[in-house]
């Protein structure tokens, strides 16, 4: 398995599976168009964002969507992970891990000091998170008032 930065090639099929990432992501409450994905994506690599990939024998295994955005209330830059998805089928190994280690050493070697992501609470992979040393900063609730 190789991990490496996804090249204008890739992104038609990246682009392709992200409904089901944000899905999956979203724990089935989700599913955006194609458009909307599209739309979503470049606005974040129009404003630096990447791509890591996990590929073998030429497939796309995964990916980490990371970039950079602004603390809310002191404007320090800071990296952040978009999404992070693993195929179905190559689940389990240890790639999602992988991913993450590189998007992070990506951000250190640009001198960032902190990495930030979002991911919903009921959400598997925020023990993975957790396990990586991201640690809550923030709460977001929901009330369905219908």
């Keep these: 398995m190789n991990i490496r930065k996804a090249d204008h090639s890739d992104l038609n099929a990246i682009v392709s599976l992200s409904p089901q990432a944000i899905y999956d992501g979203t724990l089935g409450e989700v599913m955006p168009s194609n458009e909307k994905v599209e739309s979503l994506v470049q606005s974040i690599l129009d404003k630096g964002g990447f791509y890591f990939i996990a590929e073998e024998k030429g497939e796309i295994l995964g990916w980490v969507l990371a ?66 040393g991201f640690t809550t900063r923030t709460v977001s609730m929901s009330l369905s008032i219908k």
Excluded: C, W
Aim: negative net charge; glycine residues 8%.
């Design 67 to 132: 970039g950079t955005t602004k603390d809310q209330f002191t404007e320090e830059p800071i990296g952040f992970i978009y999404e992070l998805y693993i195929r179905q089928p190559y689940r389990g190994k240890g790639h999602s891990k992988r991913l993450m280690n590189a998007a992070i050493e990506h951000f250190q070697e640009d001198g960032f000091t902190e990495v930030r992501l979002s991911a919903k609470a009921e959400n598997p992979a925020v023990r993975m998170y957790e396990n990586m």
